[in-house]
């Protein structure tokens, strides 16, 4: 019931595509949902986050769609560019206490 | 722009050995907690401090690992004795007050290598 399950793995994009990376929660607990970029070498850097009162949220090229009766929340990455290889976390927590973390995703994006 | 500090950034040790790491946090932020991260999936929170209480530790191995942030600003994680499988990055984080209260703000880990 803690777990955040977070997929694909992996991800290859072309330059300009959309890379879309998925998580699932069962905590109902949960009311912050937030996603975190890591580059090889440096601790995770909070890239965006939103609550379950809205469905959807965008920043930049980075968009975050919410669906609460599925428990189900993605991230978007709009004209993806190399520059955004790295790793993605799907975090969630109950008012921002024990946040889990799901298992990541390794996005390469290819120039 | 203030950053969580860690040191040392890397550490080789032999098994059974003790070691420690030393986390400042962005000042002013309250909350600071201790992550592991195996290499290959997301971080695994360990504990987590409000100024210098504990608030959640269920997930720290008490019988090796020690935790404390005495004085409620920098802390201290401490394992004694270091196994094979606690190999990993461990990083810490930090968050502060009012409406930014769960926005992590994380240092750059410190990387243990057990021999």
């Known amino acids: 019931q803690q777990q955040v399950k977070q997929s694909p793995q992996s991800l290859i994009v072309q330059k300009g595509g959309i890379s879309i990376i998925n998580c699932a929660y069962e905590?109902?607990?949960?009311?912050?949902f937030p996603w975190y970029q890591q580059f090889p070498g440096k601790g995770p850097a909070l890239l965006i986050a939103i609550r379950p009162d809205v469905s959807e949220k965008k920043e930049g090229r980075f968009t975050i769609s919410f669906n609460k009766s599925a428990k189900q929340f993605s991230l978007h990455i709009m004209d993806s560019q190399p520059g955004d290889s790295a790793t993605y976390f799907c975090?969630?927590?109950?008012?921002?206490?024990?946040?889990?973390f799901g298992a990541g995703t390794r996005l390469f994006v290819k120039a | 722009e203030a950053e969580v500090a860690q040191s040392p950034r890397y550490k080789i040790t032999e098994k059974s050995q003790a070691v420690a790491f030393w986390c400042d946090p962005i000042?002013?932020?309250?909350?600071l907690y201790w992550y592991r991260q195996i290499l290959g999936q997301g971080p695994e929170l360990l504990v987590q401090f409000q100024d210098e209480s504990v608030v959640d530790d269920s997930q720290l191995p008490k019988d090796r690992f020690s935790a404390e942030r005495l004085k409620g600003v920098d802390s201290t994680l401490k394992i004694q004795p270091a196994e094979l499988g606690d190999s990993a990055m461990y990083l810490c984080?930090?968050?502060?007050?009012?409406?930014?209260?769960?926005?992590?703000?994380f240092g750059p880990g410190t990387r243990l290598l057990v021999l």
């Open positions: 000042s002013g932020h309250a909350t």
């Open positions: 975090a969630a927590s109950p008012g921002g206490f024990k946040t889990i």
């Open positions: 905590n109902t607990a949960f009311d912050y």
């Open positions: 984080a930090s968050s502060g007050p009012g409406q930014k209260q769960e926005t992590q703000y």
